[in-house]
């Protein structure tokens, strides 16, 4: 039987929309812990799944999960240096900008709010406190479970740099949190 483009095509789309379904809710959560913003979690997704299905054809089995997290971890990263970057033109832009930091409503879970202490508002603040490079790793560890050997490959860092980034954000985490529950 012979394949066709197209067939092939049909085949590596499913693959691709099995593979991203199966993680959906962490690719979610991880973007919108990285972003505190519904809006732009929601960007860095869709641009994430665009990058990740162009560059489909090259994944090599690996596992998906990570090969994701890792392009939502750069496109993040980049997100933030052209937004640094960028001129204010007017106060609106600025404000624009900042409005919108929201916490996902879950009153319809409730036990998923006593389960995920992480969907807390003093939580995402802390996070939200933590330079981006310490929050992604800390996310990628403490969150999603990986080890500091994983986190060093898919952010190519060095394994030292991971761990300082995960200890210095640990401790401001710590502080953070234990100065916001004295308040």
Same mark, same amino acid.
């Given at each position: 039987m012979w394949l066709t483009k197209r067939s092939i095509t049909a085949?590596?789309? @499913? +693959?691709?929309?099995? *593979?991203?379904?199966? #993680?959906? #809710? %962490? =690719?979610? %959560?991880f973007a919108y812990r990285l972003t505190s913003n519904r809006d732009l979690a929601e960007d860095l997704l869709s641009e994430t799944l665009i990058d990740a299905f162009v560059a489909f054809e090259r994944y090599r089995g690996e596992r998906f999960a990570?090969? =994701? =997290?890792?392009? &939502?971890?750069n496109n993040r990263i #980049?997100?933030? %240096?052209? @937004?640094n970057r960028r001129q204010v033109e007017s106060l609106?832009? $600025? =404000?624009? +900008?900042?409005?919108?930091? #929201?916490i996902?409503? *879950?009153?319809?879970?409730?036990?998923?709010? &006593? $389960?995920?202490? *992480?969907?807390? +508002?003093? $939580?995402q603040r802390a996070l939200d406190a *933590?330079?981006?490079?310490? %929050?992604v790793v800390v996310l990628l560890a403490d969150v999603e479970g990986y080890d500091y050997t994983e986190i060093a490959q898919m952010l190519s860092i060095p394994l030292g740099t991971v761990r300082s980034r995960i200890s210095r954000g640990r401790e401001k985490l710590r502080l953070t949190l234990s100065q916001d529950s004295l308040q």
């Open positions: 085949q590596k789309h @499913a +693959e691709f929309d099995a *593979l991203v379904a199966k #993680d959906w #809710d %962490r =690719f979610w %959560r990570s090969w =994701f =997290f890792k392009m &939502l971890a #980049d997100m933030a %240096r052209k @937004a609106d832009t $600025v =404000f624009s +900008e900042t409005e919108g930091k #929201d996902p409503d *879950l009153s319809h879970n409730p036990e998923k709010c &006593l $389960v995920d202490p *992480l969907y807390s +508002e003093p $939580v *933590l330079p981006l490079e310490n %929050r």
